[in-house]
């Protein structure tokens, strides 16, 4: 009777590889699994990894995709920024580079929720 019990839980979980809810809806280049940010190298985090995906992103602001865009759960519309500003070595005019994308930032936010994705696809932070 156990092995019963066990076998009809195994149909309950998601199988391997199956497709995120969002992925319909997702832009071209972003993929459930991408790297959005990094929490930070803390013991016993939620989930116990550090790095932020664009599915556990979307669930947090409860998106969901409607007429083939995802939107959040007020309706607005999502957008996803890749931030730059991963460089060892900034260039001369990484203060102009850097104004320009707060200035972006904050005209996007306008009209849409926002997704900033860290510029480093590891996750992790440059120092």
């Known amino acids: 009777?156990?092995?019963?019990?066990v076998v009809s839980f195994l149909f309950l979980l998601p199988a391997p590889g199956?497709?995120?809810?969002?992925?319909a809806c997702?832009?071209?280049?972003?993929q459930a699994?991408?790297?959005?940010?990094?929490r930070g190298a803390k013991p016993n985090l939620p989930g116990g990894k550090p790095?932020?995906?664009?599915?556990?992103?979307?669930?947090?602001?409860?998106?969901?995709?409607?007429?083939?865009?995802l939107v959040d759960r007020s309706g607005?519309?999502?957008?996803?920024?890749?931030?730059?500003?991963?460089?060892?070595?900034?260039?001369?005019d990484y203060q102009d580079i850097m104004e320009k994308q707060n200035n972006e930032l904050m005209r996007l936010?306008?009209?849409y929720t926002v997704i900033e994705m860290t510029c480093n696809p590891s996750g992790e932070q440059i120092s």
Not at 1 to 5: E, F
Not at 26 to 30: A, C, E, H, R, S
């Open 1 to 5: 009777m156990q092995c019963l019990i």
């Open 18 to 23: 199956a497709k995120s809810k969002y992925c």
């Open 26 to 30: 997702l832009p071209k280049g972003i």
């Open 33 to 38: 699994a991408v790297v959005v940010s990094y």
């Open 51 to 69: 790095e932020v995906t664009v599915e556990e992103k979307l669930k947090s602001l409860r998106a969901r995709c409607k007429r083939g865009t």
């Open 76 to 92: 607005k519309p999502i957008y996803f920024f890749r931030l730059t500003g991963c460089w060892g070595n900034p260039p001369e």
């Open 109 to 111: 936010r306008r009209r």
